[in-house]
């Protein structure tokens, strides 16, 4: 079946270094991209996303970079602060209905 | 506050009980999920319902009955669940389902 490979499964960062999360995925269908942070007790909560017409995103901080021809996509956090901590999520899918998530990248922000 | 709340936060159920989850949207949404998260495993979708149908089951035991009487809520009908089913269901809505989804808290499942 469609999976989606998420890497690293943790990763800790000195607070204001930059953190890069890697996904790929197997369906080349896939045109829907979206990234969710999940805080200790609360639901995943959506951070950014990217559809397949483009290549780059960005808001603020954070941004996410899709090679579609290579089938993965990047989330990258420049900055990071000690509330950054979190586990991140990526997803791939042809709509909301239908995604398939990664298994998931603690991020520990040091202070 | 996303807009989107579960209950109960926490649950804990025999084999042999039957319970539901209740998840309800104040966001006027149309589309509505349940995921189940397991420790160690992706996020896994069971249900949608788009406009009160339902239009994906992903091959969930049928001991998971969910019901959607309107738009505004979602329920999850357990029962005879095994332990293995001890996880975090997920409720989500979405305005459709090609746009951004919003998640509740969770009900924090254990079977005993």
């Known amino acids: 079946g469609e999976n989606v490979e998420q890497h690293p499964s943790t990763l800790s960062v000195q607070e204001g270094d930059s953190a890069v999360i890697k996904c790929t995925y197997s369906d080349s269908a896939s045109n829907y991209f979206p990234w969710y942070k999940q805080e200790l007790g609360k639901g995943p909560q959506l951070i950014i996303d990217i559809r397949s017409n483009v290549g780059e995103k960005k808001d603020q901080r954070i941004a996410v970079t899709l090679n579609k021809t290579a089938k993965h996509f990047s989330l990258h956090i420049t900055e990071t602060q000690p509330e950054d901590s979190a586990v991140y999520f990526c997803a791939a899918g042809r709509s909301q209905g239908n995604l398939i998530f990664g298994k998931g990248t603690k991020l520990s922000v040091k202070p | 506050e996303t807009g989107v709340t579960q209950t109960p936060r926490h649950l804990v159920m025999g084999m042999t009980n039957k319970k539901s989850l209740k998840c309800e949207q104040h966001l006027g949404h149309n589309a509505m999920y349940w995921y189940k998260q397991s420790a160690k495993k992706p996020l896994e979708l069971m249900f949608v319902y788009n406009f009160k149908e339902q239009t994906e089951n992903n091959s969930v035991p049928s001991r998971f009955s969910p019901e959607c009487p309107n738009s505004s809520h979602l329920f999850l009908h357990l029962h005879t669940l095994q332990p293995e089913d001890s996880a975090l269901y997920l409720c989500?809505?979405?305005?459709?389902?090609?746009?951004?989804?919003?998640f509740g808290q969770g009900t924090r499942l254990t079977v005993v």
């Open positions: 989500a809505s979405s305005q459709d389902r090609n746009t951004e989804a919003f």
